[in-house]
């Protein structure tokens, strides 16, 4: 295949030159924002008389003749024309002749690649948002459906002390609130329109860049010729906001597997939603949640593979650049699939209500509410908490509970010790007493549905 950059060479292409720089094979998915960009560039070239009206017309109807065909899957893409820029620009040239030529006035592939990932990377964004609050809603749900259950809540994996499983869920809720605001706040710096820098100098040409960016919905164009071909900030952090993202996912499946094991047995899985053995008839394995939690290893090495190729690079395209793409596309696939994999999911899990509260039961959950009884009645923290040390030293050493205690046993740690203890020794006052904002009580994890329901 002739290159449309052969002028200068006297020798055909090495065939392993063109395995090699190739990048059709993964940028090919580019190929609707590609075709919309150069729509918008011509029209701009037209309205600027930079080509003729009839020449507009013709370069726009080939090239939406060409999506037509893509779309249609009677597009065939050649690893010989090097990338989804030159093998649409090559199709529209032998589609409407030499004229088509004309749509690579006043634009390098430099600013035409970055235009192309700000397109599909703002389309991106907005779908994993919806993604995200998707499974903010399943969570919602989740914790509204389930408020009277308490469970354990843990430091250090250690039983610390009774939380209501509604609190626990709405904690991953304010996690990926933040998720969201990240992608929010990256697309903001995604969309700005770069296509007018060229090579990397502008052009001598008088074009209208900030038409283009009309065109093409975006808000800016970018400042800096060098810059905007130079710049993969925005690979950068979109690909870091999605490594916090598998984080927090990662933790919830993990959680989620813990839960549903025979140690914790906290939930069921959904059988739809877990995998068998080849081996043992009896398993039931939490495989989607182990891929979710796995993933995100993907991911940081994604976020690891284009800081790498960035670092060091001198102003201002250079070719190591193109391996932005396949960190960035295996980036997006991956956390869509975890997010719509668990907002799937998540709605079909049994939460044992018995077998969580049973927990609550044993491991002196309530401790700290009984030193913080002893300090209402006036003792300093630090006396509370060394005479509760000594009373669950004392359930330890007989095998007992907290609330096996009687009053006259307990009143032997402490004299302000009254009748009303065993209000703060039960589980669930323990939980309803913690009215402190962002705690746990009832009350509070209502409010916190209802603000996240009704903006109030
Ligand atoms: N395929 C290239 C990339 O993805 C497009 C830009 C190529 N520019 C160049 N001058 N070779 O980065």
Not at 45 to 54: D, M, R, T, V
Not at 191 to 220: E, H, Q, W
């Amino acid at each position: 295949m002739k290159k449309l950059w052969a002028g200068r060479f006297n020798e055909k292409t090495e065939s392993a030159v063109e395995r090699f720089t190739e990048s059709v094979s993964f940028d090919a998915r580019l190929w609707r924002h590609d075709i919309d960009g150069s729509i918008a560039h011509v029209k701009m070239l037209g309205k600027q008389k930079i080509i003729s009206p009839k020449d507009t017309a013709m370069i726009v109807t080939g090239l939406k003749e060409i999506a037509d065909e893509i779309e249609a899957g009677k597009f065939r893409f050649k690893e010989s024309l090097e990338d989804v820029h030159m093998n649409i620009e090559h199709a529209l040239i032998k589609k409407i002749g030499p004229v088509g030529g004309k749509v690579h006035t006043a634009r390098s592939r430099n600013d035409q690649v970055a235009l192309d990932l700000r397109l599909y990377l703002r389309d991106e964004i907005k779908e994993i948002v919806k993604l995200v609050k998707a499974l903010q809603k399943v969570l919602v749900n989740l914790a509204e459906k389930h408020i009277d259950i308490i469970m354990p809540g843990y430091t250090h994996l250690q039983r610390a002390q009774p939380v209501l499983l509604s609190h626990h869920l709405l904690a991953y809720y304010e996690m990926l609130e933040r998720d969201s605001a990240r992608f929010m706040d990256c697309l903001k710096r995604v969309n700005v329109m770069p296509l007018g820098s060229a090579a990397l100098a502008g052009t001598t040409l008088p074009i209208d860049r900030k038409y283009v960016a009309g065109l093409l919905k975006f808000p800016a164009v970018t400042e800096n010729s060098i810059d905007t071909v130079s710049d993969r900030d925005f690979v950068i952090e979109f690909i870091s906001a999605s490594g916090i993202l598998m984080t927090h996912l990662s933790r919830f499946s993990e959680e989620i597997i813990l839960w549903n094991s025979e140690e914790f047995g906290f939930i069921e899985l959904p059988d739809a939603f877990t995998t068998g053995s080849s081996i043992m008839p009896q398993k039931k394995n939490p495989d989607v949640l182990e891929l979710a939690r796995g993933k995100a290893g993907r991911v940081y090495g994604n976020l690891m593979t284009i800081l790498t190729v960035m670092k060091g690079l001198p102003l201002a395209y250079n070719r190591d650049m193109q391996e932005d793409k396949e960190p960035l596309f295996d980036t997006v696939d991956t956390i869509k699939s975890c997010l719509a994999i668990l907002v799937k999911m998540m709605p079909g899990v049994r939460f044992k209500k018995s077998e969580m509260e049973e927990a609550t039961m044993a491991g002196f959950l309530t401790a700290t509410d009984i030193a913080e009884y002893l300090v209402k009645k006036g003792m300093p923290f630090r006396k509370a908490h060394a005479v509760v040390g000594k009373t669950v030293k004392y359930c330890i050493d007989r095998d007992m509970n907290l609330t096996d205690l009687r009053l006259n046993e307990l009143r032997n740690f402490s004299e302000l010790i009254g009748e009303d203890i065993f209000h703060c020794i039960a589980v669930k006052a323990s939980v309803e007493g913690k009215k402190s904002f962002g705690g746990t009580s009832g009350k509070m994890v209502l409010a916190r549905i209802k603000k996240i329901k009704t903006g109030k």
